[in-house]
T-cell receptor, first 113, second 114 residues
Framework: KNQVEQSPQSLIILEGKNCTLQ??????????LRWYKQDTGRGPVSLTI?????NTKSNGRYTATLDADTKQSSLHITASQLSDSASYIC????????????FGPGTSLSVIP | DAGVIQSPRHEVTEMGQEVTLRCKPI?????LFWYRQTMMRGLELLIY????????DSGMPEDRFSAKMPNASFSTLKIQPSEPRDSAVYFC????????????FGPGTRLTVT
């Protein structure tokens, strides 16, 4: 069964600190993995998209890594800011249907001053 | 670009009433997706269209749910009759099929069925 799991479920960090969010998936055959940021009351916004051949991608202070062999991905946030407080969702799609995505449950991040 | 537009942003209705949610995708995008988000189940794909044609509606929970896309710039998701368990945030997203995997989400419609 295709599944996406994320850890931790929630995280509280001090402003300026770094953090890493984890995503494990069992989707096969794998096509691509995306990390989305969802602010409270708003729609998800894409941070990074990685295909099978990519193992790292950055978007400003966000860096995503992908290990297709172990089926794991991480999202590293550097020098966190209060505006990073949001839910971060890992989304995976299979080659059989690029658009039929499987969402992880999300990690709720709170950055406090 | 105004992004994906959804209306209404909030809807409160009584059980048994018909509810219609509306979506205008980004101009030039030819794939459109309807999602539902709840605390218990997270984000779920309900249905998606390519070039106005429904491709996969296996996520539509029941026959009470229906979606249409009469043209490239408009789609509706209808629930008839509505039930309290339909209460959720409904998102519409769009993208250009065959190019990028990236989907652009609208702000969502928060539906409350009492």
């Amino acid at each position: 069964k295709n599944q996406v799991e994320q850890s931790p479920q929630s995280l509280i960090i001090l402003e300026g600190k770094n953090c890493t969010l984890q995503c494990n998936y069992t989707v096969s055959p794998f096509s691509n993995l995306r990390w989305y940021k969802q602010d409270t009351g708003r729609g998800p916004v894409s941070l990074t998209i990685m295909t099978f051949s990519e193992n790292t991608k950055s978007n400003g202070r966000y860096t995503a890594t992908l290990d297709a062999d172990t089926k794991q991905s991480s999202l590293h946030i550097t020098a966190s800011q209060l505006s990073d407080s949001a839910s971060y969702i890992c989304v995976v799609s299979a080659q059989t249907s690029y658009d039929k995505v499987i969402f992880g449950p999300g990690t709720s991040l709170s950055v406090i001053p | 670009d105004a992004g994906v537009i959804q209306s209404p942003r909030h809807e409160v209705t009584e059980m048994g009433q018909e509810v219609t949610l509306r979506c205008k995708p980004i101009s030039g995008h030819n794939s459109l997706f309807w999602y539902r988000q709840t605390m218990m189940r997270g984000l779920e794909l309900l249905i998606y269209f390519n070039n106005n044609v429904p491709i996969d509606d296996s996520g539509m929970p029941e026959d009470r749910f229906s979606a249409k896309m009469p043209n490239a710039s408009f789609s509706t998701l209808k629930i008839q009759p509505s039930e309290p368990r339909d209460s959720a945030v409904y998102f519409c997203a769009s993208r250009v099929a065959g190019t990028s995997y990236e989907q652009y989400f609208g702000p969502g419609t928060r539906l409350t069925v009492t």
